[in-house]
Nanobody
Framework: QVQLVESGGALVRPGDSLTLSCAAS???????TGWFRQAPGKGREFVAS????????YYATSVQGRFTISRDNAKNTVYLQMHSLSSGGTAVYYC?????????????????WGQGTQVTVSS
């Protein structure tokens, strides 16, 4: 089983940048990692993912070009760099790991989840 702990959430202003971290422990080999977010009153939505086999990355259209997902295997940590944040970025951000390894957009393919970290974008 993989355990995930997110960190880095904060209150930022529109246009700011922020980097979230997801520290993993346990048997992580073969697991894809994804970031999802849930805004107040809305469902959980896919943000980005990174595939295990070749580190290929996937992004939601809404964050393409502004967010970057990356992985540091030595630290067993996945990062989400977020630039040009807007109020639409206000949400709880969750890190998830899926043993299928493919980096799916679907939350159902991720069986391990962190507790989330709050990002608030407000002036």
């Amino acid at each position: 089983q993989v355990q995930l702990v997110e960190s880095g959430g904060a209150l930022v202003r529109p246009g700011d940048s922020l980097t979230l971290s997801c520290a993993a422990s346990g048997h992580t080999a073969g697991y894809a990692t994804g970031w999802f977010r849930q805004a107040p009153g809305k469902g959980r939505e896919f943000v980005a993912s990174i595939r295990w086999s070749d580190s290929r990355t996937y992004y939601a259209t809404s964050v393409q070009g502004r967010f970057t997902i990356s992985r540091d295997n030595a630290k067993n940590t996945v990062y989400l760099q977020m630039h040009s944040l807007s109020s639409g970025g206000t949400a709880v951000y969750y890190c998830a790991a899926g043993s299928l390894g493919g980096g799916s957009y679907a939350s159902a393919e991720y069986e391990c989840w962190g507790q989330g970290t709050q990002v608030t974008v407000s002036s």
